[in-house]
């Protein structure tokens, strides 16, 4: 028993290290030219504009369901008039930028999985590099990039679809014109509530694209392989980046003592 919890802890911390070594080389490789500009804006497109119609829609349901919620809390005290504000914050500073890394690593991460690992076992990645393309910075690197700089933009799609949403459903309810519910929703919100929990999305981005491009890249065993990497890209990447949350809130409490209240 002792032998195989040895074993297991081994190599577990064999793929740690193994991930770590490939997001730090994707890392520096960004800087590094070659800079597949056409290719990277191909990305953008693959995985951020076509990831955009699931985000608003998403965003326009969760913006409804947490209008309801909270009227139902606040009308217990009379502070119907704080619903919007109460959403404005809630979705800017946690819940838009969560759902939305959450969502995109499945949709984007199982994509990214999928992909490279059906190009690995049909071996078009050694094709690649047998015509004397770089494989990790063609189809790696620029994914990295695409991902970087489409979740924030994307994070942004929801907390706007969400306000929509909060918007519907007041003024199904109460009638609330919108000039008076994005007053109250912006009153209480500033950029320092925005920035750095939009920014914040950028290293989502980062976690979605290593692991997954990571997981593709090491597919084994066919297409029974290529399902598997599909799966785990999504379970790691969701996994880790509600793990990283928990540090970056921590992190952004520190550097901006304003978004903790103090």
């Not at 590094?32 to 326009?60: C, D």
């Not at 990214?112 to 190009?119: N, R, S, V």
Request: with cysteine; hydrophobic share 50%; net charge neutral.
């Amino acid at each position: 028993m002792l032998d195989r919890i040895g074993v297991l802890t081994l190599a577990f911390l064999s793929t740690v290290g193994e991930v770590s070594s490939f997001a730090l080389k994707a890392a520096r490789e960004v800087f590094i030219p070659p800079f597949e500009f056409r290719e990277t804006i191909r990305q953008i497109y693959e995985l951020g504009v076509r990831s955009a119609p699931l985000i608003a829609v998403s965003g326009l349901a969760v913006g409804v369901v947490l209008s309801m919620h909270t009227r139902a809390s606040l009308e217990r005290f009379g502070a119907e008039a704080m619903i919007p504000a109460g959403l404005a914050i809630a979705l800017v500073r946690e819940t838009g930028p969560l759902t939305a890394g959450l969502l995109l690593s499945g949709r984007i991460g199982a994509g990214i999985g999928a992909e490279l690992g059906a190009m690995r076992v049909t071996e078009q990645i050694d094709a690649l590099e047998a015509s004397a393309v770089d494989a990790f910075h063609y189809l790696v690197v620029t994914r990295v990039i695409a991902c970087v700089i489409a979740v924030p933009i994307l994070t942004t799609v929801m907390n706007f679809s969400g306000m929509l949403g909060g918007f519907l459903a007041e003024t199904i309810s109460t009638g609330m014109s919108i000039q008076l519910y994005f007053n109250r929703a912006f009153s209480l919100v500033d950029m320092t509530d925005y920035i750095p929990a939009t920014v914040k999305t950028m290293v989502f981005g980062f976690i979605i694209a290593t692991i997954s491009s990571y997981l593709g890249f090491t597919t084994e065993s066919g297409t029974e392989g290529v399902g598997r990497a599909s799966t785990r890209s999504v379970v790691l990447s969701s996994i880790l980046i509600i793990v990283s949350n928990v540090v970056l809130v921590r992190l952004i409490f520190f550097i901006f003592p304003k978004a903790a209240g103090g």
